[in-house]
């Protein structure tokens, strides 16, 4: 009876009205999944600072709006905060020999102050009712031309920092980064430089991040100085839900490396999507962050799990 009780109280209706704006924050926060990516995956370092220059991102396009500044052109100087961000931390890791993980954390603690010096307080606000945000919760939420501006405003940045991304990946600098990544002292033994690399590459990363930070504090309205607390969970998560359900779909095609980071973008809007059908199933909100590390878990044990299964069969 209480089965029955739970799972007519559950509607439809309401799960449907809440993807247009689950699908919204996951394209955000791919933005961020790209820079994440770009770290983890290619350059193999553990930056934590990603926390902080989420927030950094917001908060420097929140008060350059509030000084009556392009909410477009807020994006970019939030994208080079981030960048900021990430050449600190290159450069404790590269010039003062600091392990990454201490490095992320020390830049992380640091932007604390730092974006509690940039707002003047600990959280501050931009009413979509006086300026005119790029994206906002309230277009989701809004009539069909509203919808249709903040997706195609998502939808096209994703586009356009994947292509980006693309290109200079592909050039001779962009492979060095991915040559340092995948053995440096091989690509040491080949001449390239590799702390410029990886300062570089820490650089994009968290331009990235803090471009996502602007973009997210125009959604919500707001920018917090926590609203980075847990971003590198999430930015995680979608890396690997999009290489463990989309890796394969990438694999020997002509574009793979594009089609691989449209996945990390699709893993972002995947783990949103699984974030609200776990709301809707009335779950606890306060609870959301051990949900996510869950999700996080299943899909980082997954690969183990089925080569485990292999190597069994394989004996």
């Given at each position: ?45 553990a930056d934590l600072s990603v926390d902080g220059s989420f927030a950094t991102g917001g908060a420097v396009a929140v008060m350059l ?81 509203a919808k249709i501006k903040v997706f195609t405003t998502c939808i096209l940045f994703c586009v356009v920092v994947v292509i980006a ?10 492979h060095a980064i991915r040559a340092t990544g995948c053995n440096a002292q091989m690509a040491r033994a080949q001449g390239i430089n ?122």
């Amino acid at each position: 009876m209480l089965l029955t009780a739970y799972f007519s109280s559950l509607n439809p209706l309401a799960l449907f009205r809440a993807l247009p704006g689950s699908i919204a924050q996951g394209l955000i926060w791919g933005l961020l999944a790209l820079g994440v990516y770009i770290t983890y995956k290619l350059l193999d370092f553990a930056d934590l600072s990603v926390d902080g220059s989420f927030a950094t991102g917001g908060a420097v396009a929140v008060m350059l709006i509030r000084g009556d500044m392009n909410p477009w052109l807020s994006l970019l100087i939030a994208f080079a905060a981030g960048m900021v961000a990430g050449l600190v931390t290159g450069l404790l890791h590269t010039k003062l020999g600091i392990p990454p993980i201490l490095a992320g954390i020390l830049t992380q603690i640091a932007l604390y102050s730092i974006n509690l010096n940039i707002m003047g307080q600990s959280n501050q606000a931009v009413s979509v009712d006086k300026y005119n945000l790029t994206v906002s919760l309230r277009y989701v939420s809004g009539d069909t031309a509203a919808k249709i501006k903040v997706f195609t405003t998502c939808i096209l940045f994703c586009v356009v920092v994947v292509i980006a991304l693309y290109w200079y990946f592909g050039t001779e600098q962009g492979h060095a980064i991915r040559a340092t990544g995948c053995n440096a002292q091989m690509a040491r033994a080949q001449g390239i430089n590799t702390d410029f690399c990886k300062v570089l590459a820490l650089m994009l990363s968290n331009g990235l991040v803090g471009l996502s930070g602007g973009l997210y504090a125009q959604y919500q309205g707001a920018a917090d100085v926590n609203m980075g607390r847990g971003a590198i969970v999430i930015g995680l998560a979608a890396v690997i839900i999009g290489d463990v359900l989309l890796g394969k779909l990438c694999a020997g095609k002509k574009l793979a490396f594009a089609y691989t980071l449209f996945s990390v973008i699709a893993g972002a809007i995947l783990y949103y999507l699984v974030l609200s059908v776990i709301l809707w199933l009335k779950f606890p909100s306060d609870d959301l962050k051990l949900f996510s590390a869950i999700v996080v878990a299943i899909f980082l044990a997954i690969p183990y799990l089925k080569n485990q299964r292999k190597a069994a069969k394989g004996v």
